[in-house]
């Protein structure tokens, strides 16, 4: 079994910034990806950010240039900068490990969170207001 804690988010104007912080315990030798995901009301989990352990990063189209994912493997920690926040970014972040490598690739996002060989945090939750 795999726990993850997410830390660091909270509530920002628009245009300011956070940076959350994801901590794996357990098992977690061979978590081949960790990712980021997040929820706003009324709607569907969508992916944010994925790493891989060999560091290859992946990044929503709509969000590059204002998210970065970083991962520290020593550590078990992975983390997601996010800059020039807007109110749509509002929205509960989770992370996401898994084994298999191929949720790192876009594609599979969509049915990440319905895979029950997926570990997941309880979330962090962003507010950005206007």
């Known amino acids: 079994q795999v726990q993850l804690v997410e830390s660091g988010g909270g509530s920002v104007q628009s245009g300011g910034s956070l940076r959350l912080s994801c901590a794996a315990s357990?098992?977690?030798?061979?978590?081949?990806?960790m990712a980021w995901f997040r929820q706003a009301p009324g709607k569907e989990r969508e992916g944010v950010a994925t790493i891989a352990r060999d560091g290859t990063a992946t990044v929503a189209y709509s969000l590059k240039g204002r998210f970065t994912i970083s991962r520290d493997n020593a550590e078990n920690i992975m983390s997601l900068q996010m800059v020039s926040l807007a109110p749509d970014d509002t929205g509960m972040y989770y992370c996401m490990a898994a084994r298999d490598r191929k949720w790192c690739y876009r594609a599979w996002w969509p049915w990440a969170a319905g895979h029950e060989s997926n570990y997941w945090g309880q979330g962090t939750q962003v507010t950005v207001s206007s």
């Open positions: 357990g098992d977690t030798d061979s978590l081949n990806c």
